[in-house]
Every structure is written in C-alpha cells, then in structure tokens.
C-alpha cells in the first residue's frame, strides 16, 4: 500500500485542462460538450500567482492561453474568465468550498489577439464592413478618403497592407 503525504497533497493543486478542440451542443439535448483538442491534468503548487500559472499552461500547450473554468458541479454553458491572482484566489477557494479535493476545470483558448486574419484578396478599395456602406472612398486621384468623423490627413497608401493599418487605425480596429 502506498501512503500519501496529505501535507504534500493539500500544497498541490490540479487542473483539468482541456486545449485545441471546440464547444459544441450535443446532439441529444444541446447541452455543451467539449470536443476534440487535449485534456490533460496539470499539477502545480497551490500558493501559484497566476502570471505563473499562464506561463506554466502556455508551455504545457505550446501556445499562449486564455484561462476559463466552470463553477464547480457547474456545466460548460457559463465559463468564468480568469484573469488576475484574485479570480485564481476566488477560483479555487469556490473549488475547496464546494468539492475539496477534485480537480478544477479548465478550458483553455487561444487569445482573440493573437488569431490571424488574412487579407482581403480583392482590390483594396472595395473593403467593406458592411454590406450598404463602404468604409473607404477612393477618387479619381488614386487616393483614399478615410471613413466619416476622422479627422487625420488624407492617405494614399502604395500598397494594400498600408491601406488596411491605415484603416484599423482611423476606425480603432485591430484584429
């Protein structure tokens, strides 16, 4: 028979992480799943900050993360965000009130700002953010006319990449 240490184990802290994969209904009742990806159990100390921890799970999944858990007993329909030492705190202390002992879930997601969006292959003066209005006004000059309200300079950009910065900038639009 192995003894365990109950010291060592109430120091440890184990997350269910789940990376890679999607949220999705399932078929029979619509309640959410999660499919595909990794799920694995990280081990870390329990006084972890949770700068630590994001680097710890960036590592364990070779990408940086964003972290979202379950309340305890709780389904997939309501992630919480966790995002700084006292959410981690108030995390797992809701994990200890509730099911001392058990494993926190974890579903860990690509940050938004790190998601790549390709450019448009078509001309860059027909972007558009909606179908009825264009966001960009070309003349007969070959400039470009930012959209209504920016009150910068005229821009004529010489390459297609420069016309879509341009945009993002005047708009407050980065992806």
């Known amino acids: 028979m192995v003894m365990i240490d109950n010291k060592a184990k109430a120091e440890t802290l184990k997350f269910l992480c789940s990376y890679s994969g999607k949220?999705?209904?399932?078929?029979s009742d619509?309640?959410?799943?999660?499919?595909?990806?990794?799920?694995?159990v990280l081990a870390v100390d329990r006084s972890i900050s949770y700068a630590e921890l994001m680097v710890k799970l960036g590592e364990f999944c070779g990408f940086s993360?964003?972290?979202?858990?379950?309340?305890?007993n709780g389904d997939l329909e309501t992630l919480i965000s966790v995002k700084s030492d006292e959410e981690l705190t108030n995390l797992i202390?809701?994990?200890?009130?509730?099911?001392?002992?058990?494993?926190?879930?974890?579903?860990?997601?690509?940050?938004?700002?790190?998601?790549k969006?390709?450019?448009?292959?078509s001309n860059a003066s027909s972007i558009e953010?909606?179908?009825t209005k264009s966001v960009l006004n070309h003349d007969r000059s070959g400039s470009f006319s930012p959209p209504i309200g920016y009150k910068g300079r005229r821009y004529s950009p010489s390459r297609p990449q420069e016309l879509l910065r341009?945009?993002?900038?005047?708009?407050?639009?980065?992806?």
């Open 93 to 115: 202390a809701e994990y200890d009130r509730s099911c001392p002992g058990s494993k926190i879930r974890a579903i860990l997601f690509p940050p938004k700002s790190l998601k």
């Open 30 to 40: 619509g309640v959410l799943r999660y499919v595909g990806g990794m799920t694995r």
């Open 23 to 27: 949220l999705l209904p399932r078929s």
């Open 166 to 175: 341009h945009n993002h900038q005047c708009c407050g639009y980065w992806h």
């Open 65 to 72: 993360v964003e972290l979202r858990c379950p309340l305890p």
């Open 117 to 121: 969006i390709s450019p448009p292959t």
């Open 129 to 131: 953010f909606s179908p």
